[in-house]
């Protein structure tokens, strides 16, 4: 029987502080490279056509109602926020509907862990009508992550990015060689930290569930009213609408998921975040994690 025959890619991602989006573009390139007499994908235009297929969930309110061909190969990813995929990630994808085709499912998170992640985004896009054929887990720059307090301060690098790129020629060849079956996501295995760091960052989390239950704080992003030039970039950027144009000093803490996007995407410093898990992951999980995938 002949191989399947795929002409299309899509880039799938929800990615507030952009490293999940950057890793999808890279793993896409990889499935993209030049064809050599391919005859499973028969792909049009170039690499740069193919970053106009991109589907951006990050400033959709509504879930984008897409069905996806059999015949395409969708990159999904998104980040980790506590050890699964971020829930607005997870709504804003179920307007994304596959007919069947193969889907890489890739999470990004902050070099601690990313525990049921990549499981549980697996699930959802088989329950969305792909197949995920592979699976993989980068590290990118922690949300919380300033100079002070780096987390992954920089990821995904130049290195980041020529594995993603490796994985997605990967992908490619699993596919050419007619191979679409859906893999295991439990089988990837998250890289360990070490004990004593992760000790002690269960410790931290205890200590704080124990005094946020008896003296409640809402950690919430802060505007620095001096330094605001109401450029409104950050009611731009904000995936949630939880900052108003002209009255960008305010942030409405019902809406806002801490993604951090506007303290990043400030122009002059205005807007920070202190949050005590910043200085618990820095001083813990310092020591870089490569990432992992499975075909
Ligand atoms: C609310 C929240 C929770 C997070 N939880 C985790 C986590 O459990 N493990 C981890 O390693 N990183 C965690 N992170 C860090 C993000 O997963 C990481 O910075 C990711 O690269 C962000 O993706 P983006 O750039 O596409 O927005 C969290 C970030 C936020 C904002
Ligand atoms: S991005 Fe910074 S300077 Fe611009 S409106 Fe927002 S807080 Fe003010
Ligand atoms: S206001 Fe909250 S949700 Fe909006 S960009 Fe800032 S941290 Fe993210």
Redesign the pocket.
Known sequence: MPNKIYDSIRTVYFS?TGTSKQIAEAITRGIAAPANGSTVFALPGSASRLAAQAIDLTHRSEPAAVELSAETVTVIAAPVYGGRIAPVAVKRLAGIRGSGGPAVVVALYGNRAFEHAVEELAALAARQGFVPVAAAAFVGEH?YSTPATPIAAGRPDAQDLASAEAFGQEVRQKLESGDAAPIDASQLKDRRAPSLSTLRFIRFVLKYRHQQKRHPVIY??ECDAERCTHCGR?AA???????LRSDETR??PA?????????K?CPTGA?T?HTPFAEALSRNFFRRKEPVTLL
């Open positions: 507030p949300s919430l992003p950050c950027i904000c995936p949630v609408g939880a900052i942030t409405d809406l806002c998921i801490r993604c951090c996007a506007c303290v995407g807007r975040f």
